[in-house]
């Protein structure tokens, strides 16, 4: 065995038991109750406890969290397997924690302990007990069992029949223990009723009072101690140290009080912070949820009134709606950013939201919001392009559909007459005329028909909402064209059987209806095409439209000639008539067509020709805007999209390569960041040009690359990363002042970031960091590399930003201190106990901070049942939450 000699090492004590024989069986027995009620003082505290005391450290398990309990420090992960050799791996990691405190083990092995050896756990246990519950004493210079005594005798000295000169004989009487209870709780013991002559009253009052009331375990038996000439001195002193620790501490109790207010207090804003975060985030989430079932709406309309309609609500919520929203989602990031930063410093877990809110889920959300916002945008862009290009079909369907319904009017009836059956052979004869100047005219008319039928086919793949009644006008014609040619081939049968009878035509009115036809045909597709609408885009295609107009212009003269002509042979016929006084029925035997009819159709084109000019003139003026407004746009937007480009690289380089206090910095960028603000009217002078434009239905620009949705991401971008790149400033002043870090070492930890920033984006990725750790001597395994990424990264997006890492080199040396805080504010509130009661919180702390601390004590029981209690491992849980103290 080894006893402490003061100076940090063990010595061998010549009276300590011969290791090659057997303990005093006495001594074994007083040994083995008292270390037992020992440890279980302890484990009580970690909620288990042992009842043999070889035998349930054999695992290595209860070994190694009674030393965790004791020491206030985390041993290595133990091993959970059942066989020999985890138990041995269990019981070695124990040992080893042992001799790290300066223990040197002597002829102690862990297969010894794991065999159940009782005379090596007796001696393991003793010398735990040494390091941990002896060592530390001191008084007047002396410690361990020297500065024990001391204080024993010191305590002793006022009293009769008291005289401590050891462990082992100078208690048998009882008198000792009991002097010491009544030295610091006189109100528990009698002292003037005990006799020196009833040893056996004696250590039974004291034992008991010292359960009862200090929370000191029965660790002897009376009866043991009488019944033995000489009681065991490694028994008594292990008792004797539980009166010192439980006196010894009082004066502790106002400094851990301060202590856990603090702690309550700061938890207490925490919370206040989460329940703002969540409450924020729920409502963020809502107002995306309600909103993207409006923009993935993608019923369209009938009308165009109706789709701009739903145009202008789109950019009101452009406008109004969204803007807002954006604050409040950058606005969320920072006090997320900031709850952790004060989380980190007071040494809690990172804040998990509820399920859905975490900041990685609203910016899914908002991509998603951002993204049905553009297929929103883009969709009612196109069904605007639909509905122009529908209504333009439908117009050119009807007029083209109304030209030929006039022109195949009274047709069918014409074919179906029999006159030829009555008629002379020179009648006869221009009926067969007529029928062949018919069939030229409806040959010409195919064309037409199959336009109608073209434009109506195209109109049903385009959905026009009135297709069904397009669909029955288009059917009639086409059906009605069918029976005029089958009409017009039975008339035509009918006509060249009669023509063998008769032989008499007049070549002149022939050549008239010839000529006549194809002029009527070109006068009517020339005011067809003068009436047509147009839709145009660009002032190139208003120019080659007014081209083919001048080209059209130019053949009117020759158009004139050719009416003169034909004009000519209805002269030639009327001056053939009066001539030869020709008996005819008053018209043209081969045609409908007149002069009248030709000059009224011919001054119509004439008429027509000026209006086509003045609705290409205003068009063209109209595409002259448009180019205007194209142009005023791009101008600004060619200014305004690279100084954001420029400004998002100026704040990139102002986060990694700032110089001078952080709060210069903070001052820096607090007026960087109102010049940005202050650019806000070209903003929103450009966004008036926008508005413009989208009126003016202008869809494209060539003139610039960029677009209003680019320069609007790019302005939040920018609102958004200067805000942050603040936040991260803030969140560095709370690390430095908290941790008491110096600006020179904060400058240290920005050139090593930097140096390993590789990418000069401000953050580093994992390989960087870890590549950075090694430059500064850790040693890192794949585990502990996770762990250290963990902490750095709780949200596991890959990346280590300063704050994190500022976070984490300060943590280093943060974590033992306050886990040495935790144990001590335990033991000074417990006092003599190992839990604490509501009622000693009331009167240690103010009445708010102790309610808090008391409602998490509802869950608890302390030892021997006590309801509302809490032990040393509930008080860490409820002052610092699921962390590693």
Known sequence: MDSYDGDGNYMHQEDDWDRDMLLDPAWEKQQRKTFTAWCNSHLRKAGTQIENIEEDFRDGLKLMLLLEVISGERLAKPERGKMRVHKISNVNKALNFIASKGVKLVCIGAEEIVDGNAKMTLGMIWTIILRFAIQDISVEETSAKEGLLLWCQRKTAPYKNVNIQ???????????????IHRHRPELIDYGKLRKDDPMTNLNTAFEVAEKYLDIPKMLDAEDIISTLRPDEKAVMTYVSCYYHAFSGKQKAETAANRICKVLAVNQENEQLMEDYEKLASDLLEWIRRTIPWLENRMPENTMQAMQQKLEDFRDYRRLHKPPKVQEKCQLEINFNTLQTKLRLSNRPAFMPSEGKMVSDINNAWGNLEGAEKGYEEWLLNEIRRLERLDHLAEKFRQKAAIHEAWTEGKEDLLQKRDYETASLSEIKALLKKHEAFESDLAAHQDRVEQIAAIAQELNELDYYDSPSVNARCQRICDQWDSLGALSQKRNEALQRTEKLLETIDQLYLEFAKRAAPFNNWMEGAMEDLQDTFIVHTIEEIQGLSTAHEQFKATLPEADKERMAILGIHNEIAKIVQTYHVNMAGTNPYTTINPQEINAKWDKVRQLVPQRDQALIEEHARQQNNERLRRQFATQANIIGPWIQNKMQEIGRISIEMHGTLEDQLTHLRQYEKSIVNYKPKIDQLEGDHQLIQEALIFDNKHTNYTMEHIRVGWEQLLTTIARTINEIENQILTRDAKGISQEQLNEFRASFNHFD?????????????TCLISMGYNLGENEFSRIMSIVDPNRMGIVTFQAFIDFMSRETADTDTADQVMASFKVLAGDKNYILADELRRELPPDQ????????????????????????????????????
């Open 166 to 180: 050891n462990f082992h004989i100078s208690w048998k009487d009882g008198l000792g223990f009991c002097a010491l």
């Open 758 to 770: 590789r990418k000069r984006t401000g953050i580093m990725d994992a390989d960087d960091f870890k």
């Open 850 to 885: 102790a309610e808090y601390c008391i409602a998490r004590m509802a869950p608890y029981t302390g030892p021997d049942g006590v309801p509302g209690a809490l032990d040393y491992m509930s008080f860490s849980t409820a002052l610092y939450g699921e962390s590693d103290l």
